[in-house]
Nanobody
Framework: QVQLVESGGGLVQPGGSLRLACAASGSISSFNAVGWYRQAPGRLRDFVARITSDDTTYYVDSVKGRFTISRDVAKNTMYLQMVSLKPEDTAVYYC?????????WGQGTQVTVSS
């Protein structure tokens, strides 16, 4: 069973930065893709960013140019670097790993952007 553990969330002022990390219990290179989703209060869980095994990246339009997804195969960890944060980025952020037809989720980490 794959386990994913997020870290790095917190409270930040608008315009600030955070880096989220997601550590996997197994080899991250075994996943077809890994990614980040977020869920704001009263909303469904939404796609944020994804990186495939050949390092192709995808982003939702609202974070393009501000968020960067990456992965470190040696550390079995993926990251989401977030800059120029906005109040509308406030949400619980979840990492996701795709292995064949299976999807694995972390427990989530809260990001709050507020002055």
């Amino acid at each position: 069973q794959v386990q994913l553990v997020e870290s790095g969330g917190g409270l930040v002022q608008p315009g600030g930065s955070l880096r989220l990390a997601c550590a996997a219990s197994g080899s991250i290179s075994s996943f077809n893709a890994v990614g980040w989703y977020r869920q704001a209060p009263g909303r469904l869980r939404d796609f944020v960013a994804r990186i495939t095994s050949d390092d192709t990246t995808y982003y939702v339009d609202s974070v393009k140019g501000r968020f960067t997804i990456s992965r470190d195969v040696a550390k079995n960890t993926m990251y989401l670097q977030m800059v120029s944060l906005k109040p509308e980025d406030t949400a619980v952020y979840y990492c996701n790993a795709e292995q064949g037809q299976r999807h694995y989720w972390g427990q989530g980490t809260q990001v709050t952007v507020s002055s």
